[in-house]
């Protein structure tokens, strides 16, 4: 079993910031990747940052996001954080974090959702 369990979300003003924390426990073998997705009610589950774990880094980004959001990861703790600055309304959304992983070497890749925590932007 695998949890991914994440913090940091709440209520901001326009230009603010947050701190999105997610950490992965249980059954791991090793983490592919991670990433964040949001959702509005009603649309589909976009993806808004994701970060390789085991190859090097690399990162890509929503364009919506890019230059204010930067994601970044630290192995040691299965850990990947999402620093949102000058945020805006339109950035509200419930936040997912994401993990593609492997729970034994002999098995396919699993991808791992979190709960979701409400990021709220508003004046």
């Known amino acids: 079993q695998v949890q991914l369990v994440e913090s940091g979300g709440g209520l901001v003003q326009p230009g603010g910031s947050l701190r999105l924390s997610c950490t992965a426990s249980?059954?791991?073998?090793?983490?592919?990747?991670m990433g964040w997705y949001r959702q509005a009610p009603g649309k589909q589950r976009e993806l808004v940052a994701g970060i390789t774990i085991s190859t090097g880094g690399s990162t890509k980004y929503a364009d919506s996001v890019k230059g204010r959001f930067t994601i970044a990861r630290d192995n040691a703790k299965n850990t990947v954080y999402l620093q949102m600055n000058s945020l805006k309304p339109e950035d509200t959304d419930v936040y997912y974090c994401?993990?593609?992983?492997?729970?034994?070497?002999?098995?396919?890749?699993?991808?791992?959702w979190g709960q979701g925590t409400q990021v709220t932007v508003s004046s």
């Open positions: 249980g059954s791991i073998f090793s983490i592919y990747a």
């Open positions: 994401n993990a593609d992983l492997y729970r034994d070497p002999e098995l396919p890749v699993f991808t791992s």
